[in-house]
């Protein structure tokens, strides 16, 4: 099923990470496409945005932020659209995203992806500040789930109703974290098949998976390690409902070199609709 914009499927692709810098620039590997987080580059230059210049060059590129905050009451920051969509621009990114939470109030920022309140109230004010960001970007914005260790006892629906009605409402992308699903699902006691199930297909331009750490009572979404089965197994699940998307691997704390990482994430091949496959299960072969 391709998505509402025809966003292309980029393939397999992992973040861009400063320590795999020599690496790139050096062997030019043949991964896909590179997922760039987009604060690391838009307040600096020299090496940094010479790196990054050169591998927008040679390869697909996608933003992906943890600033925007765009369940905050605070107003929206335009200087840091401004910036934002510069750098869109420079790095012909061919989507931009971030997270649906809030990341601080009154101007301060917590450097953390604080959960949002599920209510009618929030969806309503979350829905008004996706649309104004995406007409300034001049182009949809993509909205990952985050991961969750604490509920409000004022939320009125689950987090996968909310995620599919501001798609719908806002008319913006998502961008599916299976991991975050998983560790979230446990964390939360819900069946984590429910929630990819109840995600409009048609809005998914995405894929994110990573390792997690286990602490037995909880799991904490690290980006440290090699995913594990279940978190294949969703991902499979999910991708037999949206067919092939772009797909990116984060490993993000004690990163090993680019091979493991790149390897990691091809395994990912393994899971997702092969194109002649995809095509006669659309039409019903």
Request: glycine content about 6%; hydrophobic content about 45%.
């Amino acid at each position: 099923m391709p998505n509402r914009w025809n966003f292309a499927d980029l393939g397999i692709g992992v973040g861009l990470r400063t320590v795999h810098f020599p690496h790139i620039l050096s062997q030019k590997p043949a991964v896909d496409w590179f997922e760039v987080l987009s604060e690391n580059f838009m307040a600096t230059g020299g090496r940094p945005l010479y790196v990054l210049d050169q591998v927008a060059e040679r390869y697909p590129v996608a933003l992906h932020g943890v600033s925007l905050s765009i369940g905050s009451t605070d107003p929206v920051d335009f200087d840091y659209l401004r910036r934002l969509k510069d750098l869109a621009r420079r790095t012909r990114a061919h989507w931009v995203s971030d997270h649906l939470c809030w990341t601080g109030v009154l101007g301060r920022n917590t450097h953390d992806l604080l959960p949002m309140p599920y209510t009618e109230a929030a969806l309503r004010h979350v829905v008004a500040r996706v649309r104004t960001i995406s007409d300034f970007l001049e182009r949809p914005l993509v909205l990952e789930n985050p991961s969750s260790y604490v509920e409000f006892a004022a939320s009125t629906m689950p987090e996968w109703e909310f995620m599919a009605r501001m798609a719908e409402d806002a008319d913006c992308g998502l961008l599916l974290d299976v991991n975050n699903v998983y560790v979230s699902s446990f964390n939360h006691g819900f069946d984590p098949r429910a929630y990819v199930a109840a995600i409009p297909a048609d809005r998914v331009v995405q894929y994110h998976l990573a390792g997690h750490t286990h602490k037995g009572t909880h799991i904490l979404d690290t980006h440290s390690d090699h995913a594990v089965d279940e978190v294949w197994e969703l991902f499979r699940l999910s991708c037999l409902r949206t067919g092939a998307v772009a797909t990116l691997y984060e490993w993000d704390e004690d990163v090993p070199d680019f091979e493991t990482v790149h390897a990691e994430a091809r395994k990912a091949a393994a899971h997702r609709p092969q194109p002649l496959l995809a095509a006669a299960a659309a039409h019903g072969a």
